[in-house]
């Protein structure tokens, strides 16, 4: 059995920085991010080298190797460069990197090098999603194999790979084509659509707010969480009283205004509130959502962002045309309603009788029931009749365009796939110009639909005019273009480097990852797999919001990929709990049947898979439940762990502690198929001592390639699960405690416990154990691990680990377990639970809710801290040290010990940074301030400088 580079090397700091570098600035993605919308796409580079690293003898040349991936330099030390310069001011010119973003460097040659038969190599994608991973094995020259059970993610893979490899610039100039007359069509259709615009402008987007019927007064309520729409600029709601409450007349106009002025926001959580002054009762959300359930939700045009052409002189005296942005309070010749709901009223019945536009009802059975509670039972409620008018327009002209090209025999394979391209562009248009889109008013521009993975419910929104007044279809049409025309650059084959014929290299299919019969037995040399992460996205619900038009546009022309009423939600592999709703234990079953579906991939991956093959799984989750439903899925499948290497894979690199915990990390996990199944089952009681050593191995090999926080537990998964897949079966020796029954359906056991059952949970409890020890031992000069007491051994972890003050709450039980204390030790003495989340307590949050313990730290050190920390923040250092003097704790070494590592994990203040904390954290840099002061003037000589600081320290120098 030959061994693979990803085996033994991959350079995961590299890769980390080139993969975050890629992702950095949003306007410049991978073309294959802007073709169109899904939830969830690796960064190339990360997908790149992972391809080539399983494919890869053991014996490559690091060098050659990381040349083929496209980073020509070091891409970790230049952004230490960088992130250095932002402190000085110091300029590093346009390109310090000194080479172009990996992903757009061609690494078929070098490839070929490493791999001299790689055209001969077979890599799949069971769950392909988005396309990163066939693009690149295209790429790279391999015959790639993509899987998607989501007909829209089926459809996206064929745009992003299949078309643009098969036809090359010819298909750019078809789509060009087809596309100019398709625009000038749906031009002619909307010419009275929009209200014209004063000579010179043009509409940037309508903001428009949600109205309900006030119950009380009957007048027409505006529901904005804010009336600022750009830095400076707000709206004033002037509301008409009428003759009295519930008399006509009651409803309200928009002025623009200095954002100072704006009125107050009209809803804030769900609640909201009655404007008019004679009222002026709260609005309960519940009430709100039964007005909206009962037709008694609407809408208001407020403001118009336009851009009007203006001259402007240069520095040279030349004079230069440019759109100046500006903004208006919406006229009474802006609102066309009227007008449009006849319009829409006249077309409706011809529309649903040749199924243009959608009908499909929005499920009653769902994970995100907002749409239904807002008053929007069918798919096309997503949108004002405005913009409904002009995506039946679009479809419309859609369909007439594929008919005539069928009725004259010019419908052929390029054609087709040219119209694919169209199709995509409505669906931008649509996520751009849905009753779901908002104004940023910092930005100044619209946000679409999907800028978060659900359907969350907007009280103001942003409409595009299509044409005429805008430019919103031809906007999104000149999108495709760019991104195909970049995809084709991207992919297009040098022909040279093969034989055979090259429009065989890439096959799409559509259809469950656990039945590929079209893929024969042991056919595969590498599986690379980027799975659903459990609950962390509901794919096939989100997807119908594209899918409802996609088979009535796209669907023309690749009928086969469109013949279900919605996507398949039941055979989709994900922990979907509305599966199980009203069952007892729904999530718990939401996760079995995802580790199901998930173990029926893998052992589908496991047949096609050469016995000489690698299986490479690209995961990404906090939650350790995710990680034990993936491990267990894939040894039920017959694989066990190689190999693990984390990869940082999201844009970051602020010196800044944020609000969020997120974990950045994507942690590769390299299978091999066990060639001998069965045997006898090991005892877990000698097998965790070597997860513990395979821990202990390669924690500092991680910490040293960037590796932190969070992502440093979750890089110590892998090597956990080495070791443990490895001695899979196992068994209890002593049987385990039974575990405390929980209150709630959620909680109860589903079934029989079992004191003598393994799960991977218990290595990657193992796991934490040892990197909590590890840490521990790091961030203090004396023997931390041994001298802290649980509490304040929690507070620091979770610092550490989280880098944020909120955190999800089963993450803080895990800690919690891992340093020997129990809950309700935590939950409001040292942080409040607030909904699935906990929220750390600074010193002066403690003595306000009384949850500080005894000053001289016998319940924990981390009240001495906080007794400390809040008496130098209200009166001084000098009270502090008095305090700790009276309380026998001034030269105790415990306090010491936790002094010393509190000062390396809480969020420095600006005193000590030269950076201000962001709002979330600063009542904890409060802390670390009062602290800092305390170190230097009573243990200056006694406890060095907190070595977080040295880091701001060598970017001043720098």
């Not at 084509?177 to 031009?187: I, M, T």
């Not at 009655?274 to 009430?287: K, Q």
């Amino acid at each position: 059995m030959t061994t693979r580079l990803i085996e033994r090397f991959l350079p995961i700091a590299a890769i980390g920085e080139e993969g975050a570098r890629e992702r950095r600035l949003p306007t410049s993605l991978p073309p294959i991010n802007f073709l169109h919308v899904w939830w969830a796409r690796r960064p190339l580079v990360a997908s790149r080298s992972a391809i080539l690293a399983s494919l890869a003898p053991a014996t490559t040349d690091h060098a050659e190797f990381q040349k083929a991936l496209g980073i020509a330099g070091d891409p970790v030390a230049t952004r230490a460069a960088i992130e250095a310069a932002k402190r000085t001011g110091r300029d590093l010119g346009s390109d310090p990197y000194g080479y172009p973003r990996a992903f757009k460097y061609d690494p078929a040659r070098d490839a070929a090098k490493i791999v001299p038969d790689i055209a001969e190599k077979v890599v799949l994608d069971a769950t392909a999603g988005g396309g990163s991973i066939p693009f690149e094995a295209l790429r790279l020259g391999t015959t790639s194999l993509a899987n998607d059970l989501n007909p829209v993610a089926a459809i996206i893979l064929k745009a992003t790979t299949e078309y643009p490899y098969r036809f090359g610039k010819p298909l750019l100039e078809r789509y060009k084509q087809l596309a100019g007359e398709f625009s000038g069509r749906v031009e002619a259709a909307l010419q009275y659509l929009y209200p014209e615009e004063d000579e010179g402008c043009r509409v940037d987007g309508y903001i428009w707010t949600r109205t309900t019927e006030c119950p009380y007064c009957g007048g027409e309520t505006p529901l904005s969480p804010t009336w600022v729409i750009a830095p400076g600029r707000g709206i004033k709601v002037g509301p008409h009283l009428g003759a009295g409450p519930n008399t006509p007349g009651r409803v309200c106009t928009y002025d623009l205004v200095a954002a100072s002025s704006a009125t107050e926001p009209t809803v804030a959580g769900g609640d909201g509130v009655c404007v008019f002054e004679d009222c002026g009762r709260a609005i309960s959300g519940t009430e709100i959502k039964t007005l909206a359930k009962s037709g008694k939700m609407g809408d208001q045009l407020v403001a118009v962002a336009y851009r009007r052409r203006v001259d402007k002189v240069t520095k040279n005296g030349s004079t230069r045309s440019a759109w100046e942005r500006n903004y208006r309070a919406a006229r009474d010749k802006d609102d066309n309603r009227q007008e449009v709901d006849g319009l829409l009223a006249a077309k409706l019945p011809e529309w649903e009788a040749f199924d243009i536009i959608p009908n499909e009802s929005y499920p009653e059975i769902s994970n995100d029931d907002r749409p239904l509670n807002y008053g929007m039972p069918l798919w096309r409620d997503q949108f004002s009749n405005r913009q409904l008018f002009a995506h039946g327009t679009s479809s419309e002209v859609f369909r007439a365009m594929v008919d005539e090209h069928d009725r004259a025999g010019t419908l052929d394979d390029l054609t087709k796939a040219a119209f694919v391209y169209i199709a995509f562009s409505l669906d931008k248009f649509r996520d751009y110009n849905s009753r779901m889109t908002r104004w940023h008013s910092k930005r100044e521009v619209i946000v679409n639909t999907f800028d978060r993975h659900d359907f969350a419910f907007k009280w103001s929104y942003a409409e595009m005019a299509a044409s005429h007044v805008g430019r919103g279809l031809e906007w999104a049409l000149a999108g495709s273009k760019d991104s195909l025309s970049s995809i084709i650059d991207l992919i297009s084959p040098d022909v040279s480097l093969f034989s055979d014929n090259t429009t065989g290299r890439i096959a799409i299919s559509n259809s469950s990852g656990s039945s590929l019969p079209h893929i024969e037995n042991g056919s595969v040399d590498a599986v690379i797999i980027d799975p659903p992460y459990g609950a962390n996205v509901m794919y096939a619900e989100l997807s119908d919001f594209f899918y409802v038009w996609l088979k009535r546009t796209a669907g023309l022309v690749v009928p086969e990929l469109f013949t279900r009423r919605l996507a398949d939600k039941e055979a989709e592999a994900v922990a979907n709990a509305a599966h199980f709703k009203g069952q007892k234990g729904a999530a718990k079953l939401a996760n079995r049947d995802y580790q199901d579906k998930m173990a029926g991939i893998f052992a589908e991956c496991r047949r096609v898979l050469k016995d000489d093959g690698i299986m490479t799984v690209m995961f990404t989750h906090k939650d350790t439940g995710a990680w034990d439903a993936l491990a267990m899925s894939l040894m039920d499948a017959g694989f066990v762990i190689t190999a693990s290497w984390p990869v940082n894979t999201e844009a970051s690199g602020s010196l800044h502690i944020k609000d969020k915990a997120a974990a950045n990390s994507t942690i590769f996990l390299v299978c091999r198929p066990r060639l001998e199944q069965g045997g006898e089952a090991s005892y877990w009681e000698e097998v965790e001592p070597l997860v513990a050593k395979a821990v202990r191995e390669r924690i500092d090999e991680f910490q040293a390639s960037g590796i932190a926080g969070v992502d440093l537990y979750l890089a110590s998964f892998g090597p956990a699960l080495e070791a443990f897949s490895r001695h899979w079966p196992l068994t209890r020796g002593t049987p385990a405690p039974q575990p405390p029954a929980k209150r709630g359906s959620q909680g109860d056991l589903l079934e029989e416990f079992d004191p003598y059952a393994v799960r991977p949970e218990d290595a990657l409890n193992a796991a934490r154990r040892e990197v909590k020890a590890w840490r521990l031992a790091q961030l203090a000069d004396r023997r931390a691990s041994r001298d802290m007491d649980p509490a304040t051994a929690w507070v620091a972890l979770a610092w550490d680990a989280f880098r944020a003050p909120q955190f999800a709450y089963d993450e803080g039980l895990r800690l919690a377990r891992a340093v020997g204390l129990d809950m309700t030790q935590v939950v409001g003495r040292l942080a409040e639970k607030k909904g699935s989340d906990l929220k750390l307590w600074d010193s002066a949050t403690r003595v306000a809710k009384g949850a500080l313990g005894p000053a001289d730290g016998s319940r924990g050190m981390i009240d001495a801290l906080h007794h400390a920390a809040n008496t130098a923040r209200k009166q001084s250092v000098e009270a502090a040290r008095d305090q700790l003097e009276a309380n026998g704790l001034l030269n105790d070494d415990e306090f010491k010990v936790a002094l010393e590592v509190m000062l390396e994990v809480l969020p420095p203040s600006k005193t000590f940074s030269g950076i201000d904390a962001d709002d979330a954290v600063k009542p904890a840099a409060d802390d670390f301030d009062a602290l800092e002061k305390l170190r230097r003037i009573v243990y200056g000589e006694e406890i060095g400088a907190p070595k977080q600081l040295s880091l701001y320290e060598q970017l001043d120098a720098a």
